[in-house]
């Protein structure tokens, strides 16, 4: 082993609380980041698994680039391509199942949650993949209302040869005889029904529509193969996507939004335990100055003396990453348990185990390690600078208090930059200026800390006036302005995250409460298992909504309806396809304001309804007004299955439903004439002026008895239910931002702890000349006091700044929120950082305590 290791490996086995301490900072951060990285990617696979069953092993796949059906003339298209050996239609759907939808019983959650109805080109088909049956017989051309399944589904739904099965389509619960059994499933993915192409377009009410080619190629050529597959493309041009599946993009929009908003979590989790650590690392070249001063008179030299402060974060980087990594899988997998329930009840979603990918464990170890080095680099260097002779001199006052006024002026500088970055009205110069606004308190702390100490002082002075400690703890805070502000930045990036965050939940809360009661306000609604992801449910023809209308008792029936597209992607928006994926809704101008209605931003809501139901006209919400940069009055073009419409923007609006997926709501008859789709995924009604519930609602169970595929609500239930959740995930949240203070509490008992040490002397004098133990431990206590209450009076500054550029950031992103005052987050950070202060200083206040006075007194 090499000097510099040899002495960075002494010095953190002399100061075990010290390294331990210091080690818990990385451990957190790099558990948060992997923890939180590792559950979305369980979601993306879950829905993958749910929402897409596996199509087998065929050269190319074709699907439309709005991922909807289409002509099967594009068949013909593909056959023609020279290379192409066999080439079949089909009509593949995820059918979303209602829970318990199979055994019926609430208390247990069945093992199936969807499964993939296959409709097939039966003579076509079998050219390109080999159907083994096991029992029974597979598909004819001439066979109506029958199935093949595999046997592992006929295992879970109890059924054999001759038995039939029900499952929901848009024309209700529709029987097939079960003719046929495959193997049973092994790959990952949803079960299959295999049905004819006839019967699936009659099933999900698309008569002469596909949503799938299959070819297969006549060559094993790698080169020759490319060709082929570039010739397909040229023929059926820009209108498909070959080789993948389309489906479930607003599901994944959402889920990159999380993904993003986690990794960020996760990085200012690191970045606070950076604080920490250089904290720490300046903490031990003050404390070991004439240590230093020794090895370089000895002859050690400035690189001997940088590289055993490095190599010391090198070995609690990688110990503090290693057990990180353990403790975030532990984590990651906890949550996933934890939220399984509310995730299958909510989405309809089976989840796994977590996903761990060889780029997060790579990313998250050299995070840990890196972090905790460049923490200590400047250090470092600081420590090698130092001449042997000056380090055996005491420092000098004027020195320090020289450098703190640059800092502060420095600090001022930034903090008013961050003011006129909020003049503009930019994102990016406000994102900027919250930096600089947290950048320059840690830079003003030094100088402030002094004049804040001696106000709260006072406090701490009346609370301990018996014991007479508070002056001293103010003192012993105040002599060391550096240390103490680099600690309480801790806790101040902490407690501002919990005020900003408070401001900005505050904010949604006030503001989407609105939107829930205006969008979903009406008597009763029929609900899909999963709502947002439209693509994956099955929903009715016109004939429900008929039936509705027919109920003695019913007012107004609306309907929602669905169908992906996609439109050019902005220059400021990069696409490898130059398209962004778009969710459309098809509403009825006559009845949808009758029972629903959308909050808007821009445009006239008195006529919006009456332009929506005259030519190609959309209304946008705020997402796609974002992405795409649009204003009222200028035109889209949207993809389409007979290929691209322009719309002309009318309005932006948001509604609750949609609120986090890039949207736009268009005529029902536009939806039906350009994208083909007449089924209806969400709908809505009111009952008849005087009409009963109690008399009215019998009939309505009866009707939707009949389409197991929706949930029908009323919607004052679901807006209670909906606003149940928003709580439970806030309150999830809060939990986690208050996760975020733990690094506070970590530094406050490194810096008290260190602060007993280099006071051993100064502590066995006091105890000499007569002061008790508890005494000693109400001064400790009084400077963790006084040390988070810097932090806090920070952290709310901070915070505030925080919260109003955070709402700021919601708005760009498409939505309009009036700013709420963060109490609760105020309240919240103050509490948690006294609490959390407090707490730090019971094992430094016990430690100095216990010190035997004859051994301080020697202590050098």
Same mark, same amino acid.
């Given at each position: 082993m090499n000097i510099?290791?040899?002495?960075? /490996?002494?010095?953190? =086995?002399?100061r075990k609380l010290r390294t331990t301490l210091t080690t818990l900072a990385v451990i957190f951060g790099v558990l948060v980041l992997f923890s939180l990285n590792i559950v979305i990617p369980a979601f993306t696979q879950s829905f993958q698994a749910n929402a897409l069953a596996l199509l087998g092993q065929v050269e190319l796949t074709v699907t439309h680039k709005t991922g909807e059906a289409f002509s099967p003339a594009a068949l013909e298209e593909v056959l023609a391509v020279d290379g192409v050996r066999a080439a079949s239609c089909f009509l593949n759907r995820t059918v979303n199942l209602p829970v318990n939808f199979v055994d019926d019983d609430p208390n247990t959650p069945d093992r199936l949650a969807a499964l993939s109805l296959v409709g097939l080109d039966v003579e076509t088909a079998r050219q390109l993949r080999s159907y083994v049956i096991e029992d029974g017989r597979f598909l004819t051309p001439a066979d109506a209302d029958a199935? /093949?399944?595999?046997?592992?589904?006929?295992?879970?739904?109890?059924? #054999?040869?001759?038995?039939?099965?029900?499952?929901?389509?848009?024309?209700? =619960?529709?029987?097939?005889?079960?003719?046929?059994?495959?193997?049973?499933?092994?790959?990952?993915?949803?079960?299959?029904?295999?049905?004819?192409?006839?019967?699936? $377009?009659? =099933?999900?009410?698309?008569?002469?529509? &596909?949503?799938?080619?299959?070819?297969?190629?006549?060559?094993?050529?790698?080169?020759?193969?490319?060709?082929?597959? $570039?010739?397909?493309?040229?023929?059926?041009? $820009?209108?498909?996507?070959?080789?993948?599946?389309?489906?479930? /993009?607003?599901?994944?929009?959402?889920?990159?939004?999380?993904q993003f908003a986690m990794s960020l979590f996760g990085v200012v989790a690191l970045v606070m335990g950076g604080f920490i650590i250089f904290n720490t690392f300046r903490t031990v070249v003050a404390e070991r100055r004439r240590d230093i001063a020794l090895l370089r008179a000895v002859g050690a030299s400035r690189a001997t003396v940088i590289s055993a402060i490095l190599a010391e974060g090198f070995l609690q980087g990688a110990i503090g990453a290693t057990i990180g990594l353990v403790g975030g899988y532990v984590l990651g997998a906890g949550i996933l348990? *934890?939220?399984?329930?509310?995730? !299958?009840?909510?989405?309809?979603?089976?989840?796994?185990?977590?996903?761990?990918?060889?780029?997060?464990?790579?990313?998250?170890?050299?995070?840990?390690?890196?972090?905790?080095?460049?923490? @200590?680099?400047?250090?470092?260097?600081?420590?090698?600078?130092v001449s042997p002779l000056e380090a055996l001199r005491p420092a000098a006052a004027d020195v320090q208090s020289r450098i703190a006024r640059r800092s502060a002026i420095l600090g001022a500088v930034c903090i008013g930059l961050a003011v006129l970055g909020l003049a503009p009205g930019n994102l990016g110069l406000t994102g900027l200026g919250a930096l600089l606004c947290l950048a320059g308190l840690v830079l003003v702390a030094p100088a402030l800390v002094k004049p804040i100490a001696s106000l709260f002082g006072a406090l701490i002075a009346l609370t301990f006036a018996r014991n007479g400690v508070g002056s001293l703890a103010e003192g012993s805070l105040t002599r060391q302005p550096s240390r103490a502000a680099i600690t309480a930045s801790t806790t101040m990036i902490g407690l501002a995250v919990i005020v900003g965050m408070g401001g900005l939940v505050t904010s949604i809360t006030g503001s989407f409460r609105g939107i829930l009661r205006r969008s979903l306000g009406s008597d009763y609604l029929f609900v899909p298992p999963s709502v947002g992801a439209w693509s994956s449910n099955v929903g009715a023809s016109e004939s429900l909504a008929d039936e509705l209308r027919a109920a003695k008792g019913v007012g107004v029936v609306s309907t929602m309806r669905f169908a992906a597209s996609s439109a050019p992607s902005p220059a400021s928006l990069k696409s490898s396809s130059g398209e962004t994926a778009v969710s459309l809704l098809g509403l009825n101008p006559a009845t949808f304001p009758q029972v629903s209605g959308l909050s808007f931003e821009a445009g006239d809501p008195g006529t919006a309804w009456e332009q929506l139901a005259q030519g190609r006209t959309l209304i946008v919400n705020g997402p796609m007004a974002s992405a795409f940069q649009l204003e009222v009055g200028e035109a889209l073009h949207l993809a389409a299955p007979d290929g691209a419409q322009a719309y002309r923007v009318i309005a932006v609006a948001n509604d609750f439903l949609n609120a986090k997926i890039t949207t736009g709501y268009i005529s029902q008859a536009n939806m039906a004439a350009d994208f083909h789709k007449t089924e209806d995924v969400f709908l809505q009604l009111n009952l008849a002026p005087g009409a009963d519930a109690a008399v009215v609602e019998p009939e309505l169970r009866a009707i939707a008895a009949r389409y197991p595929q929706f949930n029908l609500i009323s919607g004052q239930k679901y807006i209670q239910e909906n606003e149940r959740l928003f709580e439970q995930s806030f309150a999830a949240l809060y939990l986690l931002f208050v996760m975020l203070a733990l690094p506070s509490f970590i530094a406050t008992l490194?810096?008290?702890?260190?602060? &007993?040490?280099?006071?051993?002397?100064?502590?066995?004098?006091? !105890?000499?000349?007569?002061?008790?133990?508890?005494?000693?431990?109400? =001064?400790?206590?009084?400077?963790?006091?006084?040390?988070?209450?810097?932090?806090? *009076?920070? @952290?709310?500054?901070?915070?505030?700044?925080?919260?109003?550029?955070? &709402?700021?950031?919601? #708005?760009?992103?498409?939505?309009?929120?009036?700013?709420?005052?963060?109490?609760?987050?105020?309240?919240?950070?103050?509490?948690?950082?006294?609490?959390?202060? &407090?707490?730090?200083?019971?094992?430094? +206040?016990?430690?100095? +305590?216990?010190?035997?006075?004859? $051994? +301080?007194?020697?202590?050098?």
């Open positions: 510099p290791f040899t002495l960075a /490996v002494r010095y953190l =086995m002399g199935a /093949v399944i595999t046997a592992s589904l006929a295992e879970t739904l109890g059924v #054999k040869v001759g038995d039939a099965i029900s499952l929901p389509t848009t024309e209700g =619960m529709t029987s097939l005889t079960i003719v046929g059994l495959r193997p049973a499933r092994t790959a990952p993915g949803n079960e299959e029904v295999l049905v004819t192409l006839a019967q699936a $377009q009659k =099933m999900f009410n698309q008569p002469g529509l &596909v949503n799938t080619i299959d070819a297969a190629f006549d060559t094993t050529d790698e080169a020759k193969r490319t060709e082929i597959t $570039q010739a397909v493309g040229s023929a059926l041009g $820009q209108n498909y996507r070959l080789g993948e599946v389309s489906a479930g /993009v607003e599901f994944f929009a959402a889920l990159q939004v999380a348990a *934890a939220v399984s329930g509310v995730v !299958r009840q909510f989405v309809n979603l089976n989840l796994g185990g977590p996903v761990v990918s060889p780029a997060l464990v790579v990313v998250s170890l050299v995070l840990g390690v890196g972090v905790t080095m460049a923490s @200590g680099l400047l250090p470092a260097f600081s420590a090698s600078n490194n810096t008290l702890a260190v602060g &007993v040490i280099e006071r051993t002397r100064e502590i066995g004098v006091l !105890r000499a000349v007569g002061a008790t133990q508890k005494q000693v431990r109400s =001064m400790v206590l009084a400077e963790a006091a006084l040390l988070a209450a810097v932090g806090a *009076a920070f @952290g709310l500054l901070g915070g505030l700044y925080l919260s109003y550029v955070m &709402v700021g950031a919601v #708005k760009f992103g498409g939505f309009t929120l009036t700013y709420s005052f963060p109490l609760f987050g105020v309240v919240s950070a103050i509490a948690v950082g006294l609490i959390f202060g &407090v707490l730090a200083a019971l094992i430094p +206040a016990r430690q100095a +305590a216990r010190l035997e006075i004859v $051994q +301080a007194l020697r202590y050098e």
